[in-house]
């Protein structure tokens, strides 16, 4: 599969990108990719050299949680962790608006998860700037100092963020589930229809729905802002679930293979006791 088309390497148009792929037998395929990337991140585990951050946004209802359930289940627990960033705290919004991505970065080894990520801040804040009033910062007093050069230049200050976390080892790889607002509502109906699926309903989602104009236009100047060389952004079509799953776990292994991973060997004073060793505990 060439992930490259899903890249984006120029500058985008959302609504000229299909949202909608059928790739036959995904999940079959799925399940073959996801036991090479597991075993391919226990390498990793192993080296110690690297960690690994996977960011995931999307409008709701877009399938990221059943995407890290499905792609991420054969991972040995110890190797992978996965954060969801939902409205800040008290204490997040005590501090600037990466504190709270910092904290949760993983450690070399481990492969981290961001279930909405640092993007929400020039996303969610963008169409609700109000928002930003929470973070008490100096040089905003009103919603004329939240303007596109102050979104742009936040931008700017994850761009750098996320440079240094490579430049210190971290493989940062970011999809955006491009879902189609007819499949949203029929997803949405869905958790509507089906009285085990209510849970997953709130009258605010519809209240978000009606902005999905502008959540478009803020992803896509996000984006075509921040996919760089080092931390690049893949656009997925999300319209079919298991395809979707297949193409972000197909990329995340071909990106992962190019770093060729490689378990530590034993220092050579005790490759050279190997027998030794043996004899000692067979002898017990």
């Known amino acids: 599969m060439d992930i490259e088309k899903y890249k984006v390497s120029e500058d985008i148009e959302l609504q000229k990108i299909s949202t909608l792929e059928f790739i036959e037998d995904a999940e079959k395929k799925l399940k073959k990719t996801r036991k090479k990337l597991a075993d391919l991140q226990d390498t990793m585990y192993a080296e110690g050299k ?3 951050l996977i960011c ?5 209802t877009s399938g990221k949680d059943s995407l890290i359930r499905e792609v991420f289940k054969q991972f040995n627990v110890r190797g992978v962790e996965v954060n969801s960033f939902k409205v800040p705290t008290e204490l997040e919004l005590n501090h600037d608006f990466l504190w709270r991505h910092y ?3 993983p450690a070399k080894g481990k492969v981290g998860v961001f279930n909405r990520t640092h993007y929400e801040n020039v996303l969610v804040t963008r169409v ?9 910062i100096p040089s905003v007093k009103s919603l004329d100092d939240l303007n596109d050069e102050f979104y742009h230049a936040r931008m700017e200050k994850i761009n750098q963020f996320e440079k240094h976390l490579v430049d210190s080892g971290t493989i940062i790889l970011k999809f955006f589930l491009h879902l189609s607002k007819e499949e949203q509502k ?4 869905r958790r509507l229809n089906i009285p085990e699926k209510n849970w997953k309903f709130s009258s605010g989602d519809l209240k978000e729905r009606k902005l999905w104009e502008q959540y478009q236009e803020c992803y896509e100047d996000a984006i075509n802002r921040t996919s760089t060389y080092y931390a690049p952004w893949f656009v997925i079509p999300a319209d079919d679930k298991p395809t979707a799953r297949f193409i972000v776990a197909k990329t995340i292994l ?10 530590p060997t034993l220092a050579d004073k005790d ?12 002898n017990e």
């Open 50 to 52: 690297y960690s690994a």
């Open 271 to 282: 490759i050279n006791k190997l027998e030794e060793f043996k004899a000692q505990l067979n």
């Open 103 to 105: 904290i949760a970065l």
């Open 186 to 189: 029929n997803r949405l109906l």
């Open 128 to 136: 609700h700037p109000e928002y930003v009033f929470s973070e008490n």
């Open 56 to 60: 995931l946004q999307g409008m709701d």
């Open 254 to 263: 071909q990106e992962f293979e190019k770093y060729n991973f490689k378990e």
